[in-house]
Structures are given as structure tokens and as C-alpha cells.
């Protein structure tokens, strides 16, 4: 590059004032924001943590979503898919474990007749990696990208409650994001939850994600005895009683985990 271009160059970097970073820096500025955050983080937070206003912000984050760097939850911002997996936030699945876990998946539905979940975690959400349902399906707020909070899904109980990293993740105080009149918004009701879901195994969620469902999950583990996955059944709520699921549930979870682990 000619000496007169580069001596340019620098001279119009000077001339940046440097509290008026582009636009690129302000989409990084709010991409290693909502990184860092531990759940969906406001508008308004994001404004506090990056120091833009609300319209620039606003506008950014529409740019971020529509190239799936981001997306909205609610009234808030999670990273996308992209920076999610970049940064390791979603846990695969145990290589090869599909045509190992997929027979149990439809055996469960065969059992059921009510639509049956696989989840892995996902930062603060589970993802729903296989789904085996009919025609009368129960219908979900997660039928559209396939994830959920952890805090108010059975399955995402399931894992918090045998998963300690996870735990750690969460807010340290909430309150959690209310989705119907029955969700959990307390970390210590959560925890008192989580408590019972060790003991018995088994987790359930009561319309607290979806009204009218009510769904019961229970954990698969994997090779060194960690948690994995979490097999899941959504149903009708006060239609189908979630006791037969559980048994179904649990030893769905339990056949495959001893395949995992090739027993």
C-alpha cells in the first residue's frame, strides 16, 4: 500500500471520535453482551450493559435476529445459533447415540399416544433434538423453533436437577420470566422442585410453559454417569394423568441410558 494511502488511513482514524464506534462495533458490543448473560437479557439491559440508546440498540438487535446472530424471547434477547454454538452454550448429543436412542423414542410413543420429546441443554434453554408425535398433538409455544426455558419445562428440570453446572448458570436471584399463571419465578421454589426431582427421578411441569400442558420428563445419562439428555412426554392437562406417563417416562429414560452406556 502506497505510504500517502496508509498515512490516509490513519488519518481518518483519528478523526473517529472514539466515543462514536460504527456499527459494527456496537453489533459486537451487543453480541458478547448477550454471551455473557446468564438468561434473555431486556432491551433496556442490554442499553445499560453497551451504553447505546434504546433506538440504535433496537435497531441493531432487528439486524442481528434477521441474520439469526440473535433472537427474541419474549420481551428479550438471546444469542442465536450461531454464536451459540460458537461458544459451545448448546451440548450435543453423544455421537451416534440417534440410532440408539430413536427405537426407545417410538417404543414410548407406541406406550403414550401423546407427543414425545428428546432435550439437550441449550445455556438457559433445552432444545428439542427429536420429536415423535401424530396427528393430534398436543400444541406447544415451542413448536415453532423447538426450545424452551429450562426453569418451567419438565425436561429443563430434568437436567438442572442432575446437572450442577447448569444450576450455576441461572440467575442468582430471578425473578424468572412469568409464560402462564402457574410458572415457577423464584429460585428457591425452583430449587425446592429440583430437590423432589432427585429424589423421585422424575420431573413435571403443570401448564407452566403452555396453559392446557402439562408434561413429565426424566433424565438420561451418559457415559461417566452425567446427565445428557431428558426424555420427555407433553400430554393434555386434567385430561391425561401424569403418574402412567412417569412410570413410562422413567423407563424410557433408564433403557436408554443403559444403552449409551452399551449394557
Do not use: W
Not at 432435550?119 to 433434538?129: H, S, T
Not at 425452583?190 to 430437590?195: K, Q, S, T, V, Y
Amino acid at each position: 500500500m502506497p505510504t500517502e494511502t496508509i498515512s490516509q488511513a490513519r488519518m481518518v482514524r483519528r478523526e473517529r471520535p472514539a466515543s462514536q464506534p460504527g456499527s459494527l462495533e456496537r453489533g459486537i458490543d451487543i453480541l458478547l453482551a448477550l454471551s455473557a448473560a446468564t438468561g434473555p437479557v431486556t432491551l433496556s439491559q442490554l442499553c445499560r450493559s453497551t451504553g447505546l440508546p434504546k433506538s440504535t440498540a433496537h435497531r441493531i438487535l432487528g439486524v442481528l435476529c434477521s441474520r439469526e446472530l440473535a433472537r427474541r424471547v419474549g420481551s428479550a434477547y438471546l444469542p442465536g445459533e450461531l454464536p451459540a454454538s460458537m461458544g459451545g452454550a448448546t451440548r450435543p448429543r453423544i455421537p451416534g447415540s440417534r440410532r440408539r436412542v430413536l427405537p426407545y423414542l417410538l417404543h414410548l410413543y407406541e406406550a403414550t399416544r401423546q407427543t414425545v420429546n428428546l432435550a439437550v441443554p441449550a445455556g438457559p434453554e433445552v432444545r428439542y433434538v427429536e420429536r415423535v408425535y401424530g396427528h393430534d398433538r398436543v400444541r406447544s409455544r415451542s413448536d415453532g423453533d423447538d426450545r424452551a426455558p429450562l426453569h418451567c419445562t419438565a425436561a429443563g428440570k430434568a437436567l438442572l436437577a442432575f446437572d450442577p453446572k447448569l444450576r450455576h448458570d441461572l440467575p442468582a436471584h430471578g425473578p424468572f420470566e412469568r409464560l402462564t399463571r402457574r410458572t415457577v419465578t423464584s429460585l428457591a421454589a425452583l430449587d425446592r422442585e429440583l430437590a423432589q426431582v432427585r429424589r423421585q427421578g422424575l420431573a413435571c411441569s403443570q401448564e407452566e410453559y403452555t396453559e392446557g400442558v402439562a408434561c413429565v420428563a426424566a433424565p438420561v445419562f451418559g457415559p461417566g454417569g452425567r446427565v445428557c439428555m431428558a426424555v420427555s412426554v407433553a400430554a393434555p392437562a386434567q385430561v391425561v394423568p401424569l403418574g402412567p406417563l412417569g412410570i413410562s417416562v422413567r423407563g424410557a429414560a433408564q433403557a436408554i441410558s443403559a444403552a449409551l452406556l452399551g449394557r
